[in-house]
Each structure stands twice: as structure tokens, then as C-alpha cells.
């Protein structure tokens, strides 16, 4: 089994490494994209995209390099944050989950590349983005950061409402626009010779 990464597949996790990073702000850009103060970032959309495009391997380790630039000091996580002191964040699990994501998103779409799986890969990584963080977050709170007052596990859920439909929404996209690739563009490309011989 290959373990080594060649240049080409640098290239191309680099590129979603620089798109996780536009994601995450992409408030900063076009401001209106805040609702009730709830900045509508696009990591999740980027993180199902590189796993069902890169592949479970390649998208997972794009992922896992956008956390450690983040915790190297690079201001690319949201709000333009960054440092090794985001891992005691209550958000940190998000940042955690999109290498999941990636992985499980990519592992599903292996199996089969029909329209389906692309649907079902990318909502049931949106839907492992959304346990792993939250519950993150809710025992976070609990246990070293300073919880609001009344916090409980259900309020953890409450507050993910506002960004859920969006979520939805971009992940069933990010299925189908990775399908029309794969029709396309990908089954022809380099990434998917490279991963037939991974």
C-alpha cells in the first residue's frame, strides 16, 4: 500500500487546505452572510467536498492540515482565529470533525459512485460534523471551559439550529456537484489513478 504523497497530491489537498481556509471566513468577505450573529461559514461544505473528491485517505490528511496550520498560529480557523490554545476551545471538536468527515464521506462514496451514495456520503458527514462537535462542545463546557448559565445538553443542540438547514443544503450540493465532477472530470484524472493504485 502506498504511504507516500507525491507532488500532485500535495497540490491538490494544498488547494482544499486554502478553500477550508476562505470557508471558515468567509463572513469577512460577504458580511451578510451572518444570521442572528451566527457567522455562515463553509467548512462543512469544503470538508464533505474533499472527502468525496480526494478520496477518504487524501481528503481526511487535507483536513488534518488545516487543524495543525490552525494550531501552528495561522489565523485560518473562524473569526480568523488561530494557536495551539483553540484545543481548549468548546468549538475545537468542530475543527476535529471535518477530518472525520472527510474520511467517512470519501470511505462511502469508494463503495459506490451512483448519485445515492453521493447524496448519503455527504449528509451522513455533515451528520458526524454535527455529533462530534456538539457533543465536544457540550463537554467542553462541562468540564473546563466556562459554561453560560442554565447550560444544558439540549442548549447545545439549540444552538446548532441556525446554521443546520444551510448545512443541509450545501452538503446535498456538495454531493451532487462532486458527482457531476466525477462524471466529468474525475474519473478520467490524476486523483483517481492515484487512488486505484493506493
Known amino acids: 500500500?502506498?504511504?507516500?504523497?507525491?507532488?500532485?497530491?500535495?497540490?491538490?489537498?494544498?488547494?482544499?487546505?486554502?478553500?477550508m481556509c476562505i470557508g471558515a471566513n468567509i463572513t469577512s468577505i460577504v458580511p451578510f452572510m451572518v444570521v442572528g450573529g451566527v457567522p455562515i461559514t463553509l467548512q462543512t461544505f469544503f470538508a464533505i467536498l474533499a472527502g468525496a473528491i480526494l478520496g477518504s485517505r487524501l481528503g481526511a490528511i487535507s483536513m488534518l492540515v488545516y487543524a495543525f496550520i490552525g494550531l501552528a498560529g495561522a489565523p485560518v480557523f473562524a473569526r480568523?482565529?488561530?494557536?495551539?490554545?483553540?484545543?481548549?476551545?468548546p468549538t475545537?471538536?468542530?475543527?476535529?470533525?471535518?477530518?472525520?468527515?472527510?474520511y467517512i464521506t470519501g470511505k462511502i462514496i469508494e463503495r459506490n459512485r451512483s448519485v445515492p451514495f453521493?447524496?448519503?456520503?455527504?449528509?451522513?458527514?455533515?451528520?458526524?460534523n454535527y455529533l462530534f462537535g456538539t457533543n465536544w462542545m457540550?463537554?467542553?463546557?462541562?468540564?473546563?471551559?466556562?459554561a453560560p448559565d442554565g447550560f444544558t445538553y439540549q442548549?447545545?443542540?439549540?444552538?446548532?439550529?441556525?446554521?443546520l438547514?444551510?448545512?443541509?443544503?450545501?452538503?446535498?450540493?456538495?454531493?451532487?456537484?462532486?458527482?457531476q465532477l466525477e462524471g466529468r472530470v474525475l474519473s478520467r484524472?490524476?486523483?483517481r489513478k492515484l487512488q486505484r493504485t493506493n
Open 165 to 179: 438547514p444551510k448545512d443541509i443544503v450545501l452538503a446535498i450540493c456538495a454531493g451532487l456537484m462532486a458527482y
Open 118 to 128: 453521493y447524496l448519503t456520503a455527504a449528509l451522513v458527514g455533515m451528520t458526524v
Open 155 to 163: 442548549m447545545a443542540w439549540l444552538w446548532m439550529i441556525p446554521p
Open 189 to 191: 484524472s490524476q486523483i
Open 80 to 89: 480568523f482565529g488561530g494557536g495551539i490554545g483553540h484545543i481548549i476551545s
Open 1 to 19: 500500500m502506498k504511504k507516500n504523497l507525491n507532488a500532485f497530491e500535495l497540490t491538490i489537498a494544498g488547494m482544499f487546505v486554502a478553500m
Open 138 to 146: 457540550y463537554f467542553a463546557y462541562k468540564l473546563w471551559a466556562a
Open 92 to 102: 475545537f471538536g468542530f475543527i476535529v470533525s471535518f477530518i472525520f468527515t472527510a
